[in-house]
């Protein structure tokens, strides 16, 4: 057990890339996925937005770039086919210059493929793009239209039929905020859903999502963390419309391989200390 432990110990590092690269690559190839349980701090916005009587209006954000799509893509994308599901008029916008190709993503593939029937200008809306960060959002506050004054394709939005009755961001049931950084979740509650007393739910990245948790839950209704907080709300949509099982397990699919790869790096972990501390490595340094 002691030479086991010793080759452990002196192990080349090369060895333990292969092993990482094969704890992903092998069940990705596989398709394994694990079971996936929704928490509280997600199945609250599940519940929110599926309470929506039909023709509510949501603002749903897509603040983030390419190099997080990963994470926060799984996550928009449930959210917007659940709220399509239900009749909800969605109003997609980005306070990022790089939101613009994620928009323009949903609208291939989710609205385009899953809702063909759903009528834009009516049902939903691409807002597109608005500079200014915060002050975007203080300045929907109070004149809504007047911070989106044209969509996407260029239209006015005041000659749109979804925008009927909305002058202010009090006038929306819910603002679902999919970030990853400033501007972000913590800007709409400040300057959006706290003032308007508005709901205000959020998905960020798994480093960011500790830094929201301590306004959940008077101040922000729920939180997707991660590719794990992608895969609860993807298994509560999942669980509750299974038609949507083809189409809307993505982030579920990702676990698979993420979870096998951190069960080989604890291992690795876990035998290489008990390596260090049971072999000639540590009484040398002791003495």
């Known amino acids: 057990m002691s030479a086991f432990l010793d080759r452990v110990g002196r192990m080349d590092r090369r060895l333990i890339y292969v092993a990482i690269a094969l704890a992903v690559i092998i069940p990705l190839v596989a398709g394994l996925t694990f079971p996936v349980i929704t928490t509280p701090i997600v199945q609250n916005i599940f519940d929110k937005l ?9 603002i749903l954000t897509a603040d983030f770039g390419p190099s997080t799509v990963p994470e926060n893509m799984p996550m928009i994308q449930a959210v917007l086919r659940h709220a399509l599901h239900k009749k909800l008029k969605v109003y997609l916008l980005t306070l990022w210059a790089t939101g613009i190709p994620q928009l323009d993503a949903l609208e291939q593939n989710v609205l385009a493929k899953d809702f063909p029937d759903r009528v834009a200008g009516q049902d939903w809306v691409n ?4 500079a200014g960060n915060q002050g975007v959002i203080n300045s929907a506050f109070s004149d809504f239209p007047g911070a ?3 969509d996407s394709k260029g239209h006015d939005v005041r000659t749109l039929p979804i925008m009927e009755g909305v002058k202010r961001i009090a006038d929306f049931n819910l603002i679902v905020c999919i970030a990853s950084g400033f501007p972000g979740v913590k800007e709409w509650i400040q300057f959006g859903g706290d003032p308007a007393h508005v709901p205000v739910a959020g998905g960020v990245t798994a480093v960011e999502a500790p830094l929201l948790y301590p306004y959940y839950p008077r101040q922000l209704l729920g ?3 991660g590719l ?5 709300y993807e298994a509560a949509l999942v669980k509750q419309y299974p038609e949507y099982a083809s189409r809307s397990e993505e982030a579920i699919q990702r676990m ?3 979870t096998v790869a951190h069960l ?8 290489g200390n008990v390596a260090f501390f049971t072999g000639g490595e540590w009484r040398r340094r002791r003495t």
């Open 127 to 130: 807002l597109g793009y608005k």
């Open 223 to 225: 939180l997707m963390g």
């Open 228 to 232: 794990q907080g992608a895969a609860e």
């Open 148 to 150: 989106f004054p044209v």
């Open 50 to 58: 599926d309470s929506l009587p039909e023709g509510s209006r949501v």
């Open 264 to 271: 080989v790096i604890i291992a690795f972990i876990v035998l």
């Open 256 to 258: 698979g391989p993420q």
